[in-house]
């Protein structure tokens, strides 16, 4: 039997949160392992923001971040902020820019963020386990028990940074959620989030050809709307704004859209129709919105003249521009979302140190909590914020 490897603190998950909890914890003279079961640390850092990691936004505030409990962010964030996390950047001379909205992105890789946390790790005298599988872990009198392949990690405190299922050929899955459970602490649902949404075969049928073509658009559900880019796919919709209201979304709820927001359709129409009485329909919205989009539209409109179309067949398809309603079939699923929504409840641990309320020296840092934050780097500094506030706790 090998003799059991003991610390201070030990860390399952070597992504966002696990490294910069474990960082901290290092930094402050506690002795730390990190448990990852992949062979590289950080490998959803290292495929980030199109391979340049948008590391956080410089507009963070609480309200880009969705949980049963909105306040339970708020600690956290104000504690280790966006501007904090820009002046470590900084001091490993990573250059970054803003790309739009406040989104931050490395000049270079992603693989310098992931490269500065192992560097934090390293000199702070932080033990990575990597390609090492986690069977069991248990609670005792002094600690955790974590038993792996690779023989026993003990640790005084435990912290569970394992993320969400969403990417599973990243290696994530539900692994936290279940140790949570283990130890008696609720979760709430979760479920894909920041993915694309898909059609039913009806819809599908009539626009497959619209698969690749993208239009600025106000995307609206359940009282909440994003305006951004919106990209129409072989499966449905996707593109910034779709993704940002799928964490909105719900089976069977339907969404609208404005793919001409700024523009009276109508008005522009009714325009039109005085002004060139013998120019096609297709024709008159090509001027607003991308031909093959004009032409889907147009096939239904009623008319193919502008001439012989009635204000209310104008006024129906004006609709379909300015405030089109569909019902989604569905998602990708965690195929293809950037994140988990929900997780471990918030009403079971600390706001300020994130321990858990009923199991002392329990940890949960970053995704595998239900908080989730809005596209555009808000997610990165969540892993930043919680990782901070439960490495100067451990």
Avoid at 62 to 78: E, G, I, T, V, Y
Avoid at 144 to 160: A, C, M, Y
Avoid at 161 to 186: C, N, R, V, W
Avoid at 362 to 370: R, S
Wanted: aromatic content about 6%.
């Amino acid at each position: 039997m090998k003799k059991p490897l003991t610390y201070d603190v030990v860390v399952l998950g070597g992504g966002a949160a696990g490294l910069m909890c474990a960082g901290i914890a290092g930094g402050r003279g506690r002795s730390v392992a990190v448990i990852e079961q992949a062979r590289r640390p950080a490998e959803k850092i290292c495929i980030s923001g199109g391979g340049r990691c948008n590391f956080t936004n410089l507009h963070t505030t609480p309200a880009n971040f969705l949980s049963r409990n909105p306040h339970f962010c708020k600690s956290a964030l104000s504690g280790y902020t966006q501007h904090d996390f820009i002046a470590l950047v900084e001091k490993h001379r990573i250059a970054w820019h803003e790309k739009t909205r406040g989104q931050l992105f490395c000049d270079d890789s992603s693989q310098q963020i992931v490269d500065m946390l192992l560097d934090e790790c390293a000199a702070a005298g932080v033990t990575l386990h990597l390609g090492t599988k986690i069977s069991s872990v248990v609670k005792g009198e002094g600690g955790f028990s974590v038993v792996t392949d690779r023989g026993e990690i003990r640790g005084r405190s435990l912290v569970v940074a394992t993320g969400g299922p969403s990417i599973p050929k990243m290696g994530s899955s539900g692994f936290g959620y279940k140790l949570a459970e283990q130890f008696g602490l609720k979760i709430v649902p979760p479920r894909a989030a920041l993915v694309p949404l898909t059609f039913d075969e009806a819809l599908l049928a009539r626009s497959r050809d619209l698969a690749g073509v993208s239009v600025e658009a106000v995307v609206s559900c359940n009282g909440t709307q994003f305006d951004e880019a919106m990209l129409f796919t072989h499966r449905g919709l996707s593109g910034p704004a779709i993704l940002q209201i799928s964490s909105y979304w719900r089976e069977g709820d339907d969404i609208q859209i404005d793919m001409a927001p700024g523009t009276d359709v109508l008005a522009a129409l009714k325009e039109m129709r005085r002004d060139h009485p013998r120019q096609e329909l297709a024709t008159a919205l090509a001027r607003l919105l991308p031909g093959r989009l004009a032409q889907m539209i147009a096939a239904g409109g009623g008319a193919s003249r502008m001439a012989d179309m009635s204000d209310r067949q104008l006024q129906a398809v004006a609709t379909q521009v300015n405030a089109w309603r569909v019902t989604p079939r569905g998602t990708e699923g965690y195929r293809t979302a950037e994140v988990t929504l929900g997780g471990v409840d918030t009403a079971e641990l600390s706001s300020k140190t994130f321990e858990a309320r009923s199991v002392p020296g329990l940890f949960f840092v970053g995704e595998v909590i239900d908080v989730t934050g809005h596209l555009g780097g808000f997610n990165f500094q969540w892993a930043w914020s919680s990782g901070f506030a439960a490495g100067q706790n451990v």
